[in-house]
């Protein structure tokens, strides 16, 4: 294929303003539309902020399906299902549920992980490109490692277990005791001494920050390469002839384009649905709570609680906890029950963060989620000329700017840095 010069990317989440920054990089002439007024308002707002190369596999896992029937009718459950009479939904549910078995799980694991040592490699590349800018990247990065934290024994016996495939593909992580947890992040004292820790992973190479920082920093970044920001607007469609697409419609008209990549998120499923192509993209509701750091032994490595299903992270003079998983459509609405459960498991695990509980801000987002974990990158067949970058699901950081350099090389032919086959829309 020939390199397309004008290329419009919808979408200004991580995924999308990485596409558009890596495009630019290579070249092109970049459009990026955007519904939201700025970068990074979706999904990518505020998330758990872990770039967690550690934490690739899929969450469909054979542990699941028991774990779904345990919590059902509770209102703060971690995971929940609310039925809808939406075929994706059931569609999306049952093939999410064929890859609850521990083979197809390990399956998407090495895929998953190039994508994001080449994200790692790519955010080191961008220090450098601002850096020599005159703009450093900033964005609350903190450098500490992340730590993965078992109360079940067997769970750990697991997570240990799958740790040799991950270090024969490039992460580490190594199994720390109770106490060498406590060496790694001292303000885990007390959930320790309730016996809250039967074991722990840390991975010293993975980092955390906040993405809305970080999305805003690079839309930047992409405007210095020349990326035209069109904000306010929504993509209603893209326009096609026979086999290609002509551009992208909006209120204002339509904007022409040699070739066209929808990074819309979980909008991206709306966007394909009129081209006879499902995304087999699902929203997964998930929430955040933020509060000030407390003042004395506030964490500073990043924590994945693997009991409670929420990861907090440092970010500045904040705290930052996030879980929560509903399949259950597109409503946004933040359901308090839901918001104060990810506010009571960080209060579980840090106390310390008692006195400033009253000014902690909720916040949900729409993961947007593929059934087997992995994102869908490439051309979308039949058009020769139209991409998917979206499906990103829970590591939509930690894979981001790999997933854009990929198809950036893709589009423009470049020499791949990475093999996007594993990633085709086909493999569903
Ligand atoms: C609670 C929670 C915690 C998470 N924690 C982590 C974590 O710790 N680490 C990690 O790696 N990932 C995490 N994730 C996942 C990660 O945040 C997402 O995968 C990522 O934000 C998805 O990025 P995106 O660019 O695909 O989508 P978005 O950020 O949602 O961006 C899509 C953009 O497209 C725009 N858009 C949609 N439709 C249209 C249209 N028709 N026209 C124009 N614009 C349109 C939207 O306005 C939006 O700005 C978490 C998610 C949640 C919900």
Redesign the pocket.
């Known amino acids: 294929m020939q390199t397309p010069e004008n290329i419009i990317v919808?979408?200004?989440?991580?995924?999308?303003v990485s596409t558009a920054y890596e495009l630019a990089l290579r070249g092109a002439a970049v459009t990026l539309?955007?519904?939201?007024e700025g970068a990074?308002?979706?999904?990518?707002?505020a998330?758990?902020?872990?770039?967690?190369a550690c934490e690739v596999a899929p969450w469909a896992g054979p542990e699941v399906p028991g774990l779904i029937l345990k919590w059902l009718g509770r209102d703060d459950a971690p995971f929940r299902l609310r039925p809808k009479l939406d075929p994706d939904q059931w569609l999306w549910l049952l093939r999410f549920l064929a890859r609850c078995r521990t083979s197809a799980r390990r399956e998407r694991i090495p895929h998953n992980l190039e994508l994001a040592l080449l994200t790692r490699a790519r955010l080191a590349a961008y220090r450098e490109q601002f850096a020599a800018a005159g703009q450093p990247l900033e964005f609350e990065q903190r450098q500490r490692g992340i730590l993965r934290i078992f109360r079940d024994r067997h769970a750990f016996a697991d997570a240990v277990e799958e740790t040799k495939l991950m270090a024969r593909l490039g992460v580490e992580q190594e199994p720390l005791t109770p106490a060498q947890c406590i060496g790694i992040e001292p303000a885990l004292g007390s959930a320790m001494q309730r016996g809250d820790i039967a074991g722990g992973l840390y991975s010293r190479t993975d980092s955390s920050g906040d993405?809305h920082l970080y999305s805003v920093a690079l839309a930047e970044g992409a405007k210095r390469l020349g990326v035209r920001f069109v904000t306010t607007?929504?993509?209603?469609g893209i326009a096609t002839e026979g086999a290609r697409a002509r551009g992208v419609t909006t209120a204002e008209g339509t904007i022409e384009a040699d070739a066209v990549v929808v990074?819309?998120?979980?909008?991206s499923a709306?966007?394909l649905k009129p081209l006879g192509i499902r995304s087999y993209i699902y929203p997964l509701?998930?929430?955040?709570v933020t509060l000030p750091a407390p003042d004395a032994n506030a964490p500073e490595v990043s924590i994945t609680d693997e009991e409670r299903k929420i990861?907090i992270?440092r970010l500045g003079d904040r705290l930052r906890a996030?879980?929560?998983a509903e399949v259950g459509g597109y409503d946004l609405t933040l359901e308090k029950p839901r918001a104060e459960a990810v506010l009571r498991a960080i209060e579980a695990l840090f106390p310390q963060v008692g006195p400033r509980t009253d000014e902690a801000l909720f916040w949900?987002?729409?993961?947007?989620m593929t059934p087997d974990g992995s994102p869908v990158i490439g051309a979308a067949a039949p058009f020769s000329n139209l991409f998917i970058n979206?499906g990103?699901?829970?590591?939509?950081?930690?894979?981001?700017a790999g997933s854009g350099a990929a198809l950036a090389d893709l589009i423009c032919g470049s020499a791949p840095q990475s093999d996007l086959s594993p990633f085709s829309i086909s493999r569903f």
């Open positions: 919808i979408g200004a989440g991580i995924v999308g539309i955007e519904a939201r990074g308002l979706g999904t990518s707002y998330n758990g902020g872990q770039l967690s993405a607007s929504t993509a209603t990074a819309a998120g979980t909008g709306a966007l509701k998930g929430y955040s990861v992270s996030a879980g929560q949900c987002g729409l993961r947007p979206s990103h699901g829970t590591l939509g950081w930690t894979l981001g």
